[in-house]
């Protein structure tokens, strides 16, 4: 059972314009929402997070907004740069003590930039 | 510099054997992860451990065993009773048991398992 899924396996976007990002999911419990960004044959980094009593999160190019009653979460990044072109995972959490800190990703969608 | 390192970077198996994957961190962190990543699939996670000499399974934990006798370090063995391993290893850590909301975790830079 896929609890966060990314519907969109890649996306390609002209550098300066806007790229967005979609992630849906399933359990309404979910308290966190984070996104991570990943080169090839590196670890994930963290990009950007967003707690479920928001509905929106700013930092620099990077925002994410959170449609509760949609159970839909999406980052924008504007203005796309190629160096932005890697794999964006979005990420949700409960959180509660006997979840253990788990994380539940989704399968990523990787976005190319083009100059 | 405080991180996490994974070692190898890649590793190669005959079929039949069991191999280790070492994760280390130096960040203090309480809860370490281990999650596999294959194409199409993003990351699943095997085993975790909250705190020293204890771990719980994840979602996919039929092949993998773990130990946590420090708390600097969470090796993952991949054993012959694991069917598919060839994938893209990651190790996690994260302050405590409760994910911090502004980071998350920080994640090693990963083993590549590779059946031969």
């Known amino acids: 059972d896929q609890q966060v899924k990314q519907n969109s396996p890649s996306l390609s976007v002209q550098e300066g314009r806007i790229s967005i990002l979609n992630c849906d999911y399933t359990n309404s419990m979910f308290d966190y929402f984070l996104w991570y960004k990943k080169y090839p044959a590196e670890g994930p980094t963290f990009l950007i997070s967003i707690s479920s009593i928001k509905d929106k999160n700013e930092d620099g190019r990077f925002t994410v907004f959170l449609n509760k009653s949609a159970k839909h979460l999406s980052l924008h990044i504007v203005p796309s740069q190629p160096g932005d072109s890697a794999v964006y995972f979005c990420?949700?959490?409960?959180?509660?003590?006997?979840?253990?800190?788990?994380?539940?990703f989704g399968q990523g969608t990787e976005l190319s930039v083009k100059p | 510099d405080g991180g996490i390192t994974q070692s190898p970077k890649y590793l190669f198996r005959k079929e039949g054997q069991n191999v280790t994957l070492s994760c280390e961190q130096n960040l203090n962190h309480d809860a370490m992860y281990w999650y596999r990543q294959d194409p199409g699939q993003g990351l699943r996670l095997i085993y975790y451990s909250q705190i020293v000499n204890d771990f719980q399974k994840g979602d996919i934990a039929e092949g993998y065993s773990v130990s946590r006798e420090k708390k600097e370090s969470f090796p993952l063995t991949v054993t012959s009773a694991q069917k598919n391993p060839t994938a893209f290893y990651l190790c996690?850590?994260?302050?405590?048991?409760?994910?911090?909301?502004?980071?998350?975790?920080?994640f090693g830079s990963g083993t590549r398992l590779t059946v031969v």
């Open positions: 996690a850590s994260t302050m405590g048991r409760m994910v911090a909301a502004n980071y998350g975790y920080t």
């Open positions: 990420a949700a959490s409960r959180k509660m003590y006997n979840q253990g800190g788990k994380l539940i």
